[in-house]
């Protein structure tokens, strides 16, 4: 189970993770600003990108679907919803299959 932030309660990360560097920043990015919209991490994720980074807004969904695989083992996801991307801890997600579907494939289990 993950560790919690005994001030705002949020899942605790080890530092130590070993990311690539577009995970990295989008944990970074979601750690730093809870409710980031899809937009929003577009543009730090790729802010030095002279083209703007990808058009396309599924290639940050898919990211995020990648950066969950790594956090699943630590009891960490990044879930996204109307109101932005937040860190979550996946102890607290139900068992009811919608809702672990949003997680982009991380089980609960």
């Not at 058009?55 to 109307?82: C, D, M, W, Y």
Request: with cysteine; glycine share 10%; proline share 9%.
């Amino acid at each position: 189970m993950a560790a919690t932030c005994p001030h705002c309660g949020a899942p605790i990360v080890p530092a130590e993770l070993l990311l690539p560097p577009i995970k990295k920043c989008i944990l970074d990015a979601v750690r730093r600003r809870p409710r980031i919209t899809a937009e929003q991490l577009r543009g730090i994720v790729w802010a030095h990108d002279p083209a703007g980074g990808p058009e396309n807004f599924k290639t940050v969904h898919v990211h995020i679907n990648q950066l969950n695989k790594r956090l699943a083992p630590l009891g960490v996801a990044v879930r996204g919803g109307s109101n932005g991307y937040r860190l979550i801890s996946t102890r607290e997600v139900s068992c009811i299959p919608q809702e672990r579907a949003q997680l982009g494939g991380v089980r609960s289990e």
